[in-house]
């Protein structure tokens, strides 16, 4: 995936099978329609992303939950720091290694990414739509040496498959790099920046800690997707 310059853009193992069926029956509408809309926003990092669900009014949203799920497969050493196996073997066995990683990535965060969909789903929530925070760290082409470009490289392996799990659960995604997080929020949500800070805390002191710089950005990309 290309390198991204804007602000804000919307981006292009089956547990639970939580992808939209192409024809739903009259049962399923009506279901659809007596879930609560939802928004769901996550920032994620190497292996791991910190969740945050509202639902109900744009105005006043209701905290449903602050979780933090594990993108990387435990059976799978390699799928936690996958680029990084070519820097201590350059050859044949490090590239394998490599790509059994990053296959393994992609393939636990799809299963991760369903299980929460559908655990949403259950507990009669439906989210259209997603924000996914993206760290501010350089881009993988602008990381300075081979070690800072492995890492920058796992960020982008899971940012992608998180993406593109949300996708094919029928989710709306946008991508809001992390430090314009503090600029779009308050013009999208029409709110001043301390009336988010009252929410924030609002919403910290009904799910108690952690509740760190990751949950409130979790927090106000679920916002962000309550509001589109």
């Not at 369903?114 to 993206?134: K, S």
């Amino acid at each position: 995936m290309g390198e991204h310059t804007e602000t804000a853009v919307a981006l292009r193992a089956p547990e639970v099978d939580c992808t939209t069926p192409p024809r739903r029956s009259l049962a399923d509408s009506q279901m659809r329609l007596h879930r609560r809309p939802a928004g769901l926003g996550l920032e994620v990092y190497t292996g791991r992303a910190v969740v945050v669900i509202l639902a109900g009014a744009l105005q006043t949203p209701e905290i449903i939950l602050r979780h933090e799920i594990d993108l990387a497969d435990p059976w799978v050493r390699e799928s936690m720091h996958p680029y990084h196996q070519e820097l201590g073997d350059r050859g044949a066995a490090g590239e394998h290694a490599r790509r059994r990683g990053c296959a393994a990535a992609r393939q636990a965060s799809s299963g991760a990414l369903r299980r929460l969909v559908g655990e949403m789903r259950r507990h009669g929530l439906e989210p259209a739509r997603a924000t996914v925070i993206a760290s501010s760290r350089p881009h993988p082409a602008r990381a300075l040496g081979a070690h800072a470009r492995a890492h920058a490289e796992e960020r982008q392996l899971y940012r992608d498959a998180v993406e593109a799990a949300l996708r094919a659960c029928g989710l709306q995604v946008v991508t809001i790099v992390e430090n314009a997080l503090g600029e779009v929020a308050p013009k999208r949500l029409g709110r001043e920046r301390h009336e988010l800070d009252g929410a924030l805390k609002a919403f910290a002191h009904k799910v108690g800690t952690p509740w760190r710089a990751p949950e409130r950005h979790a927090a106000l990309g679920a916002w962000l997707a309550l509001s589109t």
